[in-house]
């Protein structure tokens, strides 16, 4: 069809330019990226090794993401890019699938080694830390935090619950078992929901040093 013919049949259906991108590559290169951060670092993960390991060519990667560095931010982005499921209003059973998926992540990012990558790399590279504050750690605490406030808000939870503080307390507990060289439990997720909602729970009483005195 001639420029003249489509500008008089706005409507006709105009050629496609190149191909359509592969959403298989684009998963192919990200989890790669991923995987060798966690497993080289940044530093020494390269594009080259993306590259190989994923079964792509230089080129492809460049045209998707023209740096290191964006290529890095954008796997980052896609590591949290499943659909969330959706409350079942169960504050227990809700904690406890949050928490799976939230050892499930780390376990794919080679324990701690992908955030103390981040965490090493703040000086040099900030974009990458805050990519992941922003993408991943900011949503997980906001659906934690969700969580929590449904149980207050349908009577499970005491009124006065510190969501803060839970929320710190059911990732922390996961940060604190790594640093201590202490393997989590297959039980992990259920044992920290069940101890922290039984400290919170409608019924349940609150020690504390201000009500003592």
Known sequence: MSRIQQLSNPT????????PRSVAIDDAVLSTTLKLIAELGYIRMTIDGVAREAGVGKPTIYRRWPSKIELA???IDYLHR???QPLTGDTYKDLTHELTDVHLTYQRLNGMSFVGTLLEEERHHPQLIRTWRARVA?????RLAQIFEQGIANGELRADTDVVSA??????????AYIAGEPLSPKWPDDVVEMIIS???????????????
């Not at 006709?12 to 191909?19: D, I, L, S």
């Not at 900011?138 to 906001?142: A, E, L």
């Not at 929320?167 to 604190?176: D, E, F, L, N, P």
């Not at 729970?201 to 040093?209: H, L």
């Open 167 to 176: 929320v710190h307390m059911a990732i922390g507990s996961m940060y604190a």
């Open 82 to 84: 499943i659909e969330e």
């Open 199 to 213: 400290a919170v729970a409608v019924g349940s009483r609150r020690n504390s040093t201000k009500a003592a005195v």
């Open 12 to 19: 006709a259906e105009r050629p496609r330019r190149g191909r």
């Open 138 to 142: 900011s949503k997980r605490r906001r």
């Open 73 to 75: 931010s954008a796997a």
